[in-house]
C-alpha cells in the first residue's frame, strides 16, 4: 500500500511542479479509493503546505503581488467550505462547479482569453470559490487556474498560484486540526510518502522549463477538463 500510495503522491507533485496546482485533485479520489477519505484529505493538506512551500523557494521571484486581495476571498471561502465538509452533503455543489470547470477550460486548450476574466472582481469571485473547494476537498485549484490561465504566462501563474496555496494550506491545516480531520495517525502516514512527494517536486520543476507556453495551456486545460468531468461524475 505504501509503494502505491508513494506512486500516487509521486504523480501528484509532479504535476504540482510543472503547473502549480493539481495535487489534491490526483491524491484525494485515488487515494481515497484504498484509504479513510479523512485521513486521504489531511495527508492532502499537509502535503499542499509541505510541497508547495518547496515550490516557493524556488518560485518566489516570479509572483506577481495581485494576489493578495484575492487570498482574503480565498480564505473566506475555505472557512465556509470546511464547514461544508463536516455538516452537508456537497453532491450538487460539486455537479455544478464540474460543468463550470468544463465550460472555461475549453476556450483555455484553444488558446483563447475571456478579456473580462481578466477583472480583479473576477478574480476575487474565483479565489471565494477556489477556498471552498479547498475547504471542503482540499481541491482549491481550479476557480483561480481559470482565472490566472486568462491572465500569466507560465512562469507567473505557477509562482503566483503556489503562493496563495501554500498561505490557504496553513489555514486549511489549522482548520482541519480543530475539526479534528487531521490527526497523529495523518502525520505519521504522510512521513511515510514525504520522500515521494520531495522526488515528485525535483523533477516537476525541472520538466517545467522544459515545455513551451502553448503547451502549458493545453496541459493545464487537459487538468481543468479532467477535474471538471470528475466533479460531474
Not at 504523480?11 to 477519505?37: C, T
Not at 486568462?150 to 498560484?161: C, D, E, M, P, V
Not at 503547451?215 to 479532467?226: H, P, Y
Request: hydrophobic residues 55%; contains cysteine; proline residues 3%.
Amino acid at each position: 500500500m505504501i509503494i502505491i500510495a508513494s506512486l500516487v503522491v509521486f504523480s501528484a507533485f509532479l504535476i504540482r511542479s510543472m503547473v502549480g496546482f493539481a495535487n489534491s485533485l490526483i491524491i484525494v479520489p485515488v487515494l481515497s479509493l484504498f484509504l479513510n477519505i479523512n485521513l486521504v484529505i489531511g495527508i492532502a493538506g499537509l502535503f499542499s503546505l509541505i510541497g508547495g512551500g518547496i515550490l516557493y523557494y524556488k518560485t518566489k521571484k516570479q509572483i506577481k503581488k495581485e494576489f493578495i486581495p484575492i487570498l482574503i476571498f480565498v480564505l473566506i471561502g475555505t472557512f465556509i467550505g470546511t464547514h461544508f465538509l463536516v455538516s452537508y452533503s456537497t453532491e450538487l455543489l460539486e455537479s455544478v462547479m464540474g460543468g463550470v470547470i468544463i465550460l472555461f477550460s475549453i476556450p483555455i486548450m484553444l488558446n483563447k482569453t475571456f478579456h473580462r476574466a481578466k477583472n480583479k472582481f473576477y478574480g476575487c469571485v474565483a479565489g471565494f470559490f477556489s477556498g471552498i473547494f479547498g475547504g471542503m476537498f482540499t481541491t482549491d485549484g481550479p476557480p483561480l487556474a481559470i482565472y490566472f490561465g486568462n491572465k500569466l504566462n507560465k512562469g507567473s501563474f505557477r509562482a503566483t498560484i503556489n503562493i496563495i496555496f501554500v498561505i490557504n494550506a496553513i489555514w486549511i491545516n489549522i482548520l482541519y486540526f480543530l475539526r479534528g480531520i487531521t490527526t497523529i495517525e495523518t502525520a505519521k502516514y504522510a512521513l511515510f510518502l514525504l520522500p515521494a512527494l520531495i522526488l515528485g517536486v525535483y523533477i516537476g520543476s525541472k520538466l517545467h522549463f522544459k515545455i513551451n507556453e502553448i503547451f502549458f495551456k493545453r496541459i493545464l486545460a487537459g487538468i481543468l477538463f479532467l477535474v471538471g468531468l470528475s466533479f460531474i461524475v
